[in-house]
């Protein structure tokens, strides 16, 4: 078999809100989340036996079975199929502890490349059920778009596509681990929630600014003070040249600003990347499936 190759977009959560710990210990989410064209790319080759994950711009963790792995057994599993031998590749440019869902983007290129060369009569259903068994963003990732997610994340509604713009992402120099940001939550009713619902009625009326007015974030509420001093500088670069918004993505600590003109976006670009090493310029993309 050839080396097969796909993409593997990243996503930016335009809302995302957090409605309390349910019983089965996750938390109940209600997000907005949208495809962007910032990517890695994974690609497969057979090999004689076993599995193996190389990587490209990143050092993978010691030990133990990777999500890639994982997702792959999971998948032949589901497709009643052997597993071949595996060879994985990550070409990463995607920051990793950014909020910006690029370990999931892998492994849910990953499960496409499988679908389309092994089993292609498996629903996207079937294909998503896989990845949520892996992580509750993994169905979003296999999906792509724009979509409401509700549950552990793993309950998906299309939403209108997003009007055209452009984003600039901006990773600072530390990282927010999702399992630890989780573990600083609290609920009290005086703290603030994205409208999701008006943003979802935004997008049906194809209004941008309404989306924009109602993007945010519910874990910047609990950043550590030096934390969120790094995150408001980055903002407020974005929204002095012209981001009609700009919030924090996931549990953090990447920052993207919207922009609706070119110049401002560019203008935005230059000026962070003469600060940070990680900056982006993207585009909102359509379904992936």
Same mark, same amino acid.
């Given at each position: 078999?050839?080396?097969? &190759? ?9 809302? !995302? ?28 080759? /057979?090999? /004689? $036996? ?20 994982? @997702? ?8 009643? !199929? ?26 849910? #290129?990953?499960?496409?490349? !499988? ?23 993994? %169905? ?8 409401? @997610?509700?549950?552990?994340?793993? *309950?998906?509604?299309?939403? %209108? ?15 927010? %681990?999702?399992?630890?940001? +989780? #573990?600083?939550? &609290? ?12 943003? @979802?009625?935004?997008? $049906? ?9 109602? *993007? ?7 950043? /550590? ?21 700009? $919030? ?10 919207? +922009? *609706? ?6 203008? $935005? ?21």
């Amino acid at each position: 078999m050839k080396q097969l &190759r796909q993409s593997a977009p990243a996503k930016i959560n335009l809302a !995302l809100d957090i409605l309390g710990r349910r019983e089965d210990g996750f938390h109940e989410m209600r997000m907005v989340m949208q495809t962007v064209s910032l990517c890695d790319r994974v690609s497969i080759e /057979e090999t /004689e $036996a076993g599995f193996t994950l190389l990587a490209q711009g990143i050092e993978l963790p010691p030990g133990g079975k990777s999500l890639e792995q994982r @997702a792959a057994e999971a998948f032949f599993q589901a497709a009643s !199929l052997p597993m071949p031998g595996l060879r994985v590749t990550l070409e990463k440019r995607t920051p990793a502890y950014a909020g910006l869902g690029g370990g999931s983007a892998d492994v849910a #290129a990953l499960l496409r490349l !499988l679908r389309e060369t092994y089993a292609p009569s498996m629903t996207q259903g079937e294909l998503e059920a896989v990845g949520g068994q892996i992580g509750s963003d993994m %169905p979003f990732c296999i999906r792509g778009g724009t979509a409401l @997610a509700e549950g552990r994340g793993e *309950t998906l509604t299309d939403l %209108p596509p997003l009007p055209d713009c452009r984003f600039i992402l901006c990773k600072p120099a530390f990282g927010l %681990p999702t399992g630890p940001m +989780f #573990a600083r939550l &609290r609920f009290d009713k005086s703290l603030p929630h994205p409208d999701t619902d008006g943003m @979802a009625e935004a997008l $049906a009326r194809g209004d941008l600014e309404g989306v924009a007015a109602r *993007t945010g974030n519910f874990f910047e509420a609990f950043l /550590e003070p030096e934390e969120q001093r790094k995150i408001e500088s980055i903002k407020e670069v974005l929204l002095r040249c012209g981001a009609l918004c700009a $919030a924090m993505s996931g549990s953090g600590p990447a920052v993207f600003g919207l +922009f *609706t003109e070119e110049a401002g976006a560019n203008r $935005a670009e230059d000026d962070l990347k003469r600060r940070y090493r990680q900056v982006f310029a993207a585009r909102p993309l359509g379904r992936l499936i």
